[in-house]
Every structure is written in C-alpha cells, then in structure tokens.
C-alpha cells in the first residue's frame, strides 16, 4: 500500500505540503491505476513489476491520516511492513529524494499522525524535499504555499524520479532503491537512515 500525504482541496492542490499526492498521482498515470473515491480516500488498485499494489490519497486533513492509513491496513490485512508512506520535508533540498525506514516525525504532522495511529515505524517512507523557506516567513505559511515558478520545473523533473524510486522500493527491495536514489550528503544529519 502507498499512501501520498496531503491536504484535500483544490486550494491545497499544488501546495509543498501535498507533494506527496502529486508523486501519487503521477505514480497512478505512469503504472495505468485509475483513482477513485472510496470512502475517506482516492484509491486505485494495479500491479506494478507483477506486485499487487494499492495506491491511496487521503481525502482527510494531514494531521489526521493516521485515521485512513490504519482503517485501510486492517481492512486490507496488510501490516505496517506493506506500507509505504510518501511525502515532502522540509529539511531536504528541493526536488531531493530520500528513503527511510524508521525516524520520528520531526514536524511532519501527517507522518506523526502515522504513527500514532500505527504504533510502530515499521514501514517505508520516501521523502522528497521543499527547502525551507529563505526569509523568515512562517513555517505552516510556507508549507501551505504553492511552488513558485522558478522552482516548478524542477518539481516536474523529480517527480518521474520518485516515481521510478518507487518502483525500485517495490520490485528490488528498500536497499537497493536506498542505494541507487538516496541523496549522498557531507552532512551526517541527512544520511541518517
């Protein structure tokens, strides 16, 4: 199950903090997965390299997919291990992938409602970064921002990248995919796992 993390709401749509549902959404054009609303959420379900996979977009505010993640995990029978969780951060460059398999939340609301929700960090995540913002503008201000027209096509070129980082998850394994997409850093901070 891949989950992308944002807001719902065409205000929200191109926002840093929904760029976890706009890799799903392309993720769902690339592999052929029509989205549909079921329940609290847009699901479509497909396979990708043989692999059963079902894609899913929260229709919920961030801080309360928890709710929708483990609702669909038990309905599923899937456990926390089936789970990959998509979304932006902060701490990243922009466009920069990262793979994880355990962490706190940081500030990330929506990963924090997670594994609230969840009760374990037994699951992938594949985090792409927004940067933090250059001035002193508002953290929640920021995130809740659309990208600006010098960092779109950026954006636009890093979202087939995540697409094929998920594909990578998927068919060869979370080493394999850490290895070949993970940003390489001097800071240690960065490459924690």
């Known amino acids: 199950m891949v989950v992308g993390l ?20 392309h993720a769902s054009l690339h592999w052929g997965i029509a989205l549909t609303q079921k ?4 699901q479509g379900q497909g396979k990708v390299c043989g692999r059963s996979v079902l894609l899913v977009l929260p229709l919920i505010w961030m801080n309360q997919t928890g709710e929708v993640v483990h609702s669909l995990l038990q309905s599923t029978n899937l456990s926390s291990s089936d789970l990959i969780l998509v979304y932006d951060d902060l701490d990243l460059p922009l466009g920069v992938l990262k793979i994880k ?16 929700h969840l009760g374990n960090e037994d699951f992938c995540r594949l985090k792409m970064g927004i940067g933090r913002p250059s001035n002193d503008e508002d953290l929640a201000d920021y ?13 636009d070129a890093a979202l087939p990248k995540a697409v094929d980082a ?8 979370i ?15 960065i490459e924690k796992p």
């Open 6 to 25: 944002g807001n719902p709401g065409r205000i929200y749509e191109n926002t840093r903090h929904n760029l976890g549902w706009m890799i799903l959404k």
């Open 39 to 42: 329940g609290q959420a847009l």
């Open 101 to 116: 398999t355990r962490g706190s939340p940081g500030g990330h609301n929506g990963l924090r409602s997670v594994l609230s």
């Open 143 to 155: 995130v809740l921002s659309p990208f600006l027209p010098d960092e779109c096509g950026k954006v």
């Open 166 to 173: 998920l594909e990578c998850v998927m068919c060869e394994g």
């Open 175 to 189: 080493p394999a995919a850490m290895n070949r997409f993970h940003m390489r850093s001097s800071n240690p901070e």
